[in-house]
T-cell receptor, first 115, second 110 residues
Framework: NAGVTQTPKFQVLKTGQSMTLQCAQDMNHNSMYWYRQDPGMGLRLIYYSASEGTTDKGEVPNGYNVSRLNKREFSLRLESAAPSQTSVYFC??????????????FGPGTRLTVL | GQQLNQSPQSMFIQEGEDVSMNCTSSSIFNTWLWYKQDPGEGPVLLIALYKAGELTSNGRLTAQFGITRKDSFLNISASIPSDVGIYFCAGSYNFNKFYFGSGTKLNVKP
């Protein structure tokens, strides 16, 4: 099992460019999450998908869109990148929404720089 | 958004010493989690807490869910060099959205 995989690992964009960050999990988990981590800060939730077919905003959704393509895949799109979106992006998955096993499994991260 | 205050921001300790860090929230949580993050990797769950007052251990790690449900602490006993990393607390009140503290960077001198 690969767990949670993210592509690309690194990306440099110019202001205004668009791109999609890909995330896939092979653990048959229902819930998936996108976080950003800025230097010296904890992770902040951008969007999450409690189950296939649903998505909800997190703490910092502005400037992002998401797609839960199927149970395995959850992508994050930047339509018009801004320097403030320079960050490390982590995808995570979890077995089930609601109370219970709260362990989120994180991917290795995508390091994005917007010039 | 939710405010989680985690302290201390960083610690420099000698191998073998005990470590204590804590997290406070402006709101009540139903779940407290503690994660460790190694450089260049995603966080890994260490301990999960589900009930106010709960005290849970995982090897040399012990964490408690504060009785007010607005705080939690993590203790590491007899630290070793591989404990080096950043430790994050996280809380949730609806089991879907998780809020993270800013992290405690732990350095252990052999």
């Amino acid at each position: 099992n690969a767990g949670v995989t993210q592509t690309p690992k690194f990306q440099v964009l110019k202001t205004g460019q668009s791109m999609t960050l890909q995330c896939a999990q092979d653990m048959n988990h229902n819930s998936m999450y996108w976080y950003r981590q800025d230097p010296g800060m904890g992770l902040r939730l951008i969007y999450y998908s409690a189950s296939e077919g649903t998505t909800d905003k997190g703490e910092v959704p502005n400037g992002y869109n998401v797609s839960r393509l199927n149970k395995r895949e959850f992508s994050l799109r930047l339509e018009s990148a801004a320097p403030s979106q320079t960050s490390v992006y982590f995808c995570a998955s979890r077995d089930s929404p609601g109370q219970g096993d709260n362990e989120q499994f994180f991917g290795p991260g995508t390091r994005l720089t917007v010039l | 958004g939710q405010q989680l205050n985690q302290s201390p921001q960083s610690m420099f300790i000698q191998e073998g010493e005990d470590v204590s860090m804590n997290c406070t929230s402006s709101s009540i949580f139903n779940t407290w989690l503690w994660y460790k993050q190694d450089p260049g990797e995603g966080p890994v769950l260490l301990i999960a807490l589900y009930k106010a007052g709960e005290l849970t251990s995982n090897g040399r790690l012990t964490a408690q869910f504060g009785i007010t449900r607005k705080d939690s602490f993590l203790n590491i006993s007899a630290s070793i060099p591989s404990d080096v990393g950043i430790y994050f607390c996280a809380g949730s009140y609806n089991f879907n959205k998780f809020y993270f503290g800013s992290g405690t960077k732990l350095n252990v001198k052999p």
